[in-house]
């Protein structure tokens, strides 16, 4: 809690004396933590790793039934991310990145590039490595990165409350211990199984307005006590219970 603190007073810091020593649109290369820096402003038009980047961070903020691809591409559907994550976090809402986006982005995360409220380790219970999946262990660790950014901003959204994880990444042994279907998306890195608060409908509900794909809560066969949530090539949400 106090790093966190110390982080969000060293962004505060950033912004602010950006304004008085007259940084403009550019965004500034320092940073908060060890993650990432980005060094231009991004707009409509720009392309690149740090497009990419920047995509991981947004994607949750879509409309529903979206999903932002990691392209590197910085076109009309990422302004729209963009603008979105703004106007959630209190900036101008205009769709470009720059200095103050960058900031908040600083102060949202980690230095491992996790989010606030999300961690690799909640992320994977299964393993230490995210070996003996349907993908490299990278892939699955990098899905999972992806996942936790669609859940901050869904957590965001729900006006920060508390949102637990119960399984993320399994390997094909860690599945079949729990009876998981074979071609569950836990095997890929990028499901995720909710519970607390808020109710699991309303998770449900939610959930398809931050970029996931695969929806599956109460009413569905084996989730009456979680809502599941992912990123499924073949969208497909069934939560009978919460009107799905």
């Known amino acids: 809690m106090l790093r966190r603190m110390a982080r969000s007073l060293i962004a505060f810091v950033m912004i602010t004396s950006g304004v008085v020593v007259g940084v403009g649109a550019t965004a500034g290369t320092a940073h908060a933590d060890e993650c990432y820096t980005w060094s231009r402003t991004l707009s409509q038009g720009s392309s690149g790793g740090d497009v990419t980047q920047l995509q991981i961070r947004v994607a949750g903020w879509v409309t529903s039934g979206e999903r932002l691809s990691y392209d590197g591409e910085y076109g009309a559907r990422t302004a729209a991310a963009v603008k979105k994550f703004q106007s959630a976090y209190g900036l101008t809402a205009d769709g ?140 497909y949400w069934s939560a009978p219970t919460c009107g799905i």
Request: some cysteine; hydrophobic content about 35%; charged content about 15%.
């Open 96 to 235: 470009v990145a720059g200095s103050q986006t960058f900031s908040k982005l600083y102060a949202l995360q980690d230095a491992d590039c996790t989010p606030a409220h999300f961690s690799y380790a909640e992320l994977n219970r299964c393993n230490s490595d995210w070996s003996g999946g349907a993908v490299s262990a990278a892939t699955a660790k990098a899905n999972a990165l992806k996942t936790m950014w669609k859940l901050e901003a869904m957590r965001h959204a729900l006006g920060d409350v508390p949102i637990s994880v119960s399984s993320g990444f399994r390997s094909y042994a860690c599945n079949s211990a729990v009876g998981g279907s074979s071609t569950s998306r836990h095997l890929y890195g990028d499901a995720a199984d909710l519970t607390g608060s808020p109710s699991l409908c309303r998770l449900a509900q939610q959930s398809r307005t931050h970029g996931f794909s695969e929806i599956l809560g109460p009413g569905y066969p084996g989730h009456n006590d979680h809502t599941h949530v992912a990123f499924d090539p073949s969208p």
